[in-house]
Structures are given as structure tokens and as C-alpha cells.
């Protein structure tokens, strides 16, 4: 009886308020939060980046000049699509600011399809997520923010492409610091020092000589990334790579 009364709520709530397209605003039908043909816009990237200055990698390899700027603390970026994307845009910000939790499979989707096109050993290889040679760890939240928030959007997406590529995942990080939130500060040496010492790890055994797919949403100056990388870099990690969904 009680599904049967919340299926009904349901039906009337999209009566009263029918969903719409979250880049276009067109009603739509069923519980999706964006219109196929919006979707079918979204560009998805076939590359990895330089995380410095943001330049595509050909043949997704490490030439790029700017690797010996950040050594020993150095990354890949992998980045399925563009921040300026205003479908991509429009989808994140449904996530993170209108707290939509059930569209995070979908922005997972796009992950997932940008990373079957690249040449990475845990996509061409299954054997190297099943020996545990490369580990997935979602950026965190800090506590109050996500209790406020309900979930951590990074988390749902790393548990996607967990799912996806058999890899465990780990919430080895933790945010020791409740920092400002890096939209609207200005300038990257206030993002930088805004972000200055606000990861701990647990247990870094865990992450010694693996290889880690740390995941974001969006990768704006790099300095979230840059301090997580460090944090587990320092404790062992082999190589890393910056995954998000999208790259400013």
C-alpha cells in the first residue's frame, strides 16, 4: 500500500510540476534530467591533458614540457569533456547546486565512454583492476559539507566507474580542513594556500606502489588536485591520474 501511495505522489508531483530539460527547459517524460537530443551534444574529449597548461597529450603520452614543473608530485589529467560545454556545465550544476543525486549515473555514463577510448592498462586490461594495480579514491568532501549537501558527488561518480572497470575503491582521503569553496576566490595563490594542508590520509599502506584514479568533478586552477596528488604521492602512490568531469 505505502509504494502504491508514494507511486501515485510521484505521478501527481509530475503532473503538477512536470520534469524539464535541464539545458533547454523542455518538458519531458519520465524521470530523466536532460532531453536526448541535449545529451547527444555534449563533446566528449579522446585524450588525457597536461594538468599545468591544460594541453592536450597526443597519443595520450607525457610530453609535455611542463611535467618537469611539478616533479616529484607529477599527474595526468583526464578530463571527458570541457567546462565551457553549457550542456556538461548544465548537467554539473544540476548535481552539485540543485542536489540532483540520481543524475550522477548518467555524468558517470559520460566518464565511462571517454575512458574506453583511452589506452589505459585497467581499460584494455581487466586483469590489473582484479590484481589491485590501480585504485580508485574520490576527492572528499568535509564532513559538514556533505551532511548539508547529502552526498559527496565525487564519490557517486567514482562509484560508477568502480562498478564499470571492476576497480576497488578506497576513501583513503580525508578533508581535515573546511575550507572556503574554491569558486569565487580569486586568483590561484588564494586557491592555493585556500587548500594549503586540507588533506589526511588513512592507512598509507594502502596506497603504496599503486596506481590511483582520483576523482573530481571539475578541474578549474588544479589546486585541489595538486594537494591530493601531493598527499599521495608522499605516501607511496606510483602514478596518478586526475579524472573529472570536466576541464575549465
Known amino acids: 500500500m505505502n509504494c502504491f501511495l508514494i507511486k501515485a505522489k510521484n505521478i501527481m508531483l509530475d503532473i503538477i510540476f512536470p520534469p524539464i530539460c535541464l539545458n533547454c ?13 541535449c545529451f ?14 591544460k594541453s592536450r597529450l597526443a597519443d595520450n603520452k607525457k610530453i609535455c614540457n611542463h611535467s618537469k614543473k611539478i616533479q616529484p608530485y607529477f599527474y595526468l589529467l583526464a578530463a571527458a569533456g570541457n567546462y565551457d560545454d553549457a550542456v556538461l556545465r548544465n548537467l554539473i550544476h544540476g548535481l552539485k547546486y540543485q542536489y540532483l543525486k540520481n ?4 555524468l558517470g555514463e559520460l566518464i565511462f565512454r571517454y575512458l574506453k577510448n583511452l589506452p589505459l592498462p585497467f ?8 590484481n589491485g594495480q590501480w585504485l580508485i579514491i574520490p576527492i572528499p568532501l568535509h564532513s559538514s559539507r556533505e551532511r548539508q549537501r547529502g552526498f ?12 564499470k572497470f571492476n576497480l576497488p575503491l578506497i576513501e583513503i582521503l580525508k578533508r581535515i580542513k573546511n575550507n572556503k569553496p574554491q569558486v569565487g576566490l580569486k586568483g590561484n595563490e588564494e ?4 587548500v ?23 578541474f578549474t586552477s588544479g589546486a585541489t588536485m595538486n594537494e591530493a596528488v601531493k598527499i599521495l604521492k608522499q605516501n607511496g602512490a606510483r602514478r596518478v591520474i586526475a579524472l573529472v568531469l570536466a576541464k575549465a
Do not use: M, T, W
Request: aromatic fraction near 6%; include cysteine; proline fraction near 4%.
Open 25 to 37: 527547459r523542455k518538458y519531458l517524460i519520465g524521470d530523466k534530467f536532460i532531453c536526448d537530443d
Open 40 to 53: 547527444r551534444l555534449i563533446k566528449i574529449n579522446s585524450a588525457l591533458f597536461c594538468p599545468i597548461c
Open 103 to 106: 543524475s550522477a549515473p548518467l
Open 123 to 130: 581499460v584494455k586490461n581487466q586483469k590489473s583492476a582484479v
Open 152 to 163: 559527496n558527488q565525487s564519490k557517486l561518480i567514482a562509484e560508477f566507474i568502480a562498478e
Open 191 to 194: 586557491r592555493i594556500e585556500n
Open 196 to 218: 594549503k594542508n586540507c588533506f589526511a590520509i588513512q592507512n598509507p599502506k594502502l596506497v603504496e606502489k599503486k596506481n590511483i584514479l582520483l576523482i573530481d568533478d571539475v
